[in-house]
């Protein structure tokens, strides 16, 4: 377990040396564990979270029942661009975190397109 946590973070370093988030571009970070999905958009210029949403959000949650989990990262992923577009943000940078772009990672990318999110 420890030599795959290793290889994801080196990862995801490699990725971060290339992706910055700004305040016209922040960057949409997706984390993933084993039950959960949790997706955040920062500015990384002022070091702040500007929306963040995940499976455990009362808003999100009642809706999950009875799904899958990459059915949960779409839902996710739909709220994310619901919440970024209320505060005007249209476009971000994806940072998948280090996680192969597959599965729940994909799932969420693809709600939050069709939220109206563009990256």
């Known amino acids: 377990m420890?030599?795959?946590?290793?290889?994801?973070?080196k990862r995801k370093m490699s990725i971060r040396k290339r992706?910055?988030?700004?305040?016209?571009?922040?960057?949409?970070?997706?984390?993933?564990?084993?039950?959960?999905i949790y997706a955040q958009v920062i500015d990384d210029v002022e070091n702040k979270t500007l929306v963040?949403?995940?499976?455990?959000d009362p808003e999100?949650?009642?809706?999950l029942s009875g799904l899958r989990k990459t059915e949960h990262a779409k839902k996710v992923g739909?709220?994310?661009a619901k919440k970024c577009l209320g505060q005007g943000?249209?476009?971000?940078?994806?940072?998948?975190?280090?996680?192969?772009?597959?599965g729940r990672v994909s799932s969420l990318a693809d709600g939050a397109r069709e939220g109206g999110l563009r990256f």
């Open 2 to 9: 420890k030599k795959r946590t290793n290889s994801r973070e």
């Open 19 to 36: 992706i910055q988030g700004s305040s016209q571009r922040p960057r949409l970070c997706v984390f993933r564990s084993t039950k959960h």
């Open 52 to 56: 963040a949403s995940s499976t455990l």
């Open 60 to 63: 999100v949650r009642q809706f």
């Open 78 to 80: 739909e709220h994310i």
């Open 89 to 102: 943000i249209t476009e971000v940078v994806f940072d998948r975190s280090g996680f192969i772009y597959h």
